[in-house]
């Protein structure tokens, strides 16, 4: 007969050995998920990555300015449209208090007659409906009750519209903090990347960006461009004279700037008052090529417009380039995104 033997059970410590291998390898693999890819990346891969990141965070800002830029816009409209209303409801109410007092003057002289009985309803449409009845009145009475019903059509027009503001303005705030959320967070996920760099991949990096800062400056020094106007070479000393400033998001200066924060502050300073936004000041003044450029022109970049700055010479600009950055000169071939098209002033 076959023999039947028990299998033979590991020891304990050899169960104890196998059980810590599995532990570390189980350990192993949980910190390998854990990961996260900045701390697999390269100095150079991360700078992409961040730069990317900046570039969608300051498209996201130019779309915030813009709204809020609406925001502020559609307040004031509201605030004239409700003063108008307010002085509206004056008027009316002067109008029917003249009608009254045309009321009282027939009653005393022998009764109120039927017809300012009709002057008096709040429904002056109804009345002016009864032709027979407008036959009843004099052409001062018609005229009277006429301009009680110009001015009723008038404010529900108005009170119609300050509704659909009030309805617009609601969405643009909603639209604001959608775009407040995204920035935050492109910005939080770019900062996440930088932390996962050792102090001397940073160091490193720092040091590249200041010697292209350094580079573009002098290709500037070097160019002597004469500007592409007065106004342009008052805008374009203006914005010189913000070299260093830190890039911050809705900056308009003096202390920070954003992209079209910086241009339009320069060119207030030449007393040319431009729109607020990138995508905005993009539809002033006369387009350029790339080869038509002078100091102190508009320059745009990225197929949405999203990024303006201020034409340097020698194909450089003077611009406030994105979070992390000051106000600085580059060359239009580092930018990031495709030159678009120039603007004059």
């Not at 104890?16 to 990961?35: F, G, H, I, M, Y």
């Not at 007092?101 to 008096?120: F, M, T, W």
């Not at 404010?155 to 407040?180: H, V």
């Amino acid at each position: 007969m076959p023999s039947h033997r028990r299998a033979k059970q590991p020891s304990r410590a050899r169960v104890s050995v196998l059980t810590t291998a599995a532990a570390a390898a189980v350990a192993l693999s949980a910190n390998a998920a854990e990961a996260t890819p900045g701390q697999r990346l390269g100095k150079d891969e991360v700078k992409a990555k961040v730069d990317q990141l900046y570039e969608q965070a300051e498209q996201a800002t130019e779309k915030y300015n813009g709204a809020n830029e609406k925001q502020q816009k559609l307040q004031k409209e509201i605030s004239a449209l409700q003063d108008r209303v307010a002085r509206g409801r004056q008027d009316l109410n002067t109008l029917r208090e003249g009608l009254g007092s045309l009321a009282s003057a027939q009653y005393r002289s022998g009764g109120i007659d039927p017809s300012v009985q009709l002057l008096l309803s709040s429904a002056p449409d109804d009345f002016l409906d009864k032709a027979t009845t407008l036959d009843q009145l004099s052409g001062q009475q018609v005229k009277a009750l006429k301009e009680i019903q110009d001015k009723q059509r008038e404010l529900a027009q108005e009170r119609a519209e300050a509704t659909e503001k009030l309805k617009d303005l609601a969405s643009t705030r909603t639209e604001l903090g959608t775009k407040k959320k995204e920035i935050q967070s492109k910005l939080a996920e770019a900062q996440k990347l930088l932390n996962t760099l050792t102090a001397k991949d940073k160091a490193a990096l720092d040091a590249e960006q200041q010697r292209a800062s350094r580079s573009s400056a002098e290709r500037v020094r070097i160019g002597h461009h004469a500007p592409a106007s007065g106004r342009a070479g008052a805008a374009f000393a203006a914005a010189q004279s913000q070299l260093g400033k830190p890039y911050i998001r809705g900056g308009t200066g003096p202390s920070s700037y954003d992209c079209s924060g910086l241009t339009s502050w320069a060119y207030a300073q030449a007393d040319v008052f431009i729109p607020r936004t990138s995508e905005a000041q993009s539809g002033i003044g006369t387009r350029l090529t790339r080869s038509q450029l002078q100091v102190g022109d508009l320059v745009f970049f990225f197929n949405d417009l999203h990024h303006v700055g201020l034409y340097a010479g020698n194909g450089q600009i003077l611009h406030a380039p994105r979070t992390g950055t000051v106000v600085r000169y580059e060359s239009m071939d580092t930018i990031g995104g495709p030159f678009m098209f120039g603007v004059r002033v």
